[in-house]
C-alpha cells in the first residue's frame, strides 16, 4: 500500500525490502551526513492557511502511542507515512525507537518556553535552558519534528539507535540537523525532522 505525495510514492513496510545493519557501509556513510531542508513543506502548510502549532487533527497522524502520550506527525510530504516505514525498518533491525515528542502545540510550545526560562529560580528573563525554540518557530508545531527515544530513553550521543539512525534515516526523508549533532553546543541527538527523501542536503530547520 502506498500515497502519492508530491510524485512521489512512500511505500508501507509490507512493500519495503528489509534493511540489513553493514559494519563496511558505516565509515562511507558516517563520513558524510545527510541533511535538508523542511520549508518547502511548510510553505504548502502556510499556503493551505495552517500555522505553526494549529495544526487540525485531520492534518496530523499518530503513528504511535506511549503512557498516554499519542505521537502524532504531519501528513504533508508522506511524513507520517515515512516515520512509520522508517520504525519498522529499526524494528526489523532489531533497534528500538519510537517517538518520544512530535507534534506540539503553540500553547505547548509557549509553555515549555516559559518554564525553561525560568530553570535559574527567581530569574525567568534569560534565554530558554535546554534550548528551546520561540513558540510559533519550531518544527515540532509543524508536526515535521520527532525528538526520539530508544531502548534506554531519550537519544544520547552514545546510544546505538543513534548511529542506525544516521546511516539509515536520510533514506526515509528523516535527517539530523546541523545545529542538532553531537559536537555543537546545543547538541539534542534526540531531535530529527523531516525534509522528504529528495531533499535530503543543506541545511535544517530551527531549535526545537
Given at each position: 500500500?502506498?500515497?502519492?505525495?508530491?510524485?512521489l510514492?512512500?511505500?508501507?513496510?509490507?512493500?519495503?525490502?528489509?534493511?540489513?545493519?553493514?559494519?563496511?557501509?558505516?565509515g562511507a556513510m558516517?563520513s558524510?551526513?545527510?541533511?535538508?531542508?523542511s520549508?518547502?513543506?511548510v510553505?504548502q502548510l502556510?499556503?493551505?492557511?495552517?500555522?505553526?502549532g494549529?495544526?487540525?487533527?485531520?492534518?496530523l497522524?499518530v503513528?504511535?502511542e506511549?503512557l498516554?502520550?499519542?505521537?502524532?506527525v504531519?501528513?504533508?510530504?508522506g511524513a507520517?507515512?515515512?516515520?512509520m516505514?522508517?520504525?519498522a525498518a529499526?524494528?526489523r533491525?532489531?533497534?528500538?525507537?519510537?517517538?518520544?515528542?512530535c507534534y506540539?502545540t503553540?500553547?505547548?510550545?509557549?509553555?515549555?518556553w516559559?518554564s525553561?526560562r525560568c530553570?535559574?529560580?527567581?530569574?525567568?528573563?534569560?534565554d530558554?535552558?535546554?534550548?528551546?525554540?520561540?513558540?510559533?518557530t519550531s518544527?515540532?508545531g509543524?508536526?515535521?519534528?520527532?525528538?526520539?527515544?530508544?531502548?534506554?530513553?531519550?537519544?544520547?550521543?552514545s546510544?546505538?539507535e543513534?548511529?542506525w539512525?544516521?546511516?539509515?534515516?536520510?533514506?526515509?526523508?528523516?535527517?539530523h540537523p546541523?545545529?542538532?549533532r553531537?559536537g555543537?553546543?546545543?547538541?539534542?541527538?534526540?531531535?530529527?525532522?523531516?525534509v522528504g527523501?529528495?531533499l535530503?542536503?543543506g541545511?535544517?530547520g530551527?531549535?526545537?
Amino acid at each position: 500500500m502506498g500515497r502519492i505525495v508530491g510524485g512521489l510514492t512512500i511505500l508501507l513496510v509490507a512493500a519495503m525490502a528489509p534493511v540489513v545493519l553493514v559494519a563496511g557501509a558505516i565509515g562511507a556513510m558516517a563520513s558524510a551526513p545527510a541533511s535538508g531542508s523542511s520549508s518547502a513543506l511548510v510553505t504548502q502548510l502556510q499556503a493551505a492557511g495552517y500555522e505553526n502549532g494549529r495544526l487540525p487533527d485531520g492534518q496530523l497522524t499518530v503513528v504511535s502511542e506511549r503512557l498516554g502520550y499519542q505521537c502524532k506527525v504531519a501528513k504533508v510530504g508522506g511524513a507520517d507515512l515515512a516515520w512509520m516505514a522508517l520504525a519498522a525498518a529499526a524494528e526489523r533491525d532489531g533497534v528500538a525507537i519510537e517517538g518520544g515528542w512530535c507534534y506540539r502545540t503553540y500553547e505547548a510550545q509557549a509553555a515549555a518556553w516559559n518554564s525553561r526560562r525560568c530553570y535559574i529560580p527567581g530569574n525567568c528573563d534569560g534565554d530558554p535552558y535546554p534550548p528551546t525554540a520561540r513558540p510559533g518557530t519550531s518544527m515540532h508545531g509543524w508536526g515535521l519534528a520527532v525528538d526520539i527515544w530508544g531502548a534506554s530513553g531519550l537519544l544520547g550521543c552514545s546510544s546505538p539507535e543513534l548511529l542506525w539512525l544516521q546511516l539509515f534515516a536520510p533514506r526515509f526523508g528523516w535527517v539530523h540537523p546541523e545545529w542538532a549533532r553531537c559536537g555543537q553546543p546545543g547538541a539534542e541527538p534526540w531531535h530529527w525532522e523531516y525534509v522528504g527523501t529528495d531533499l535530503v542536503s543543506g541545511e535544517v530547520g530551527d531549535e526545537e
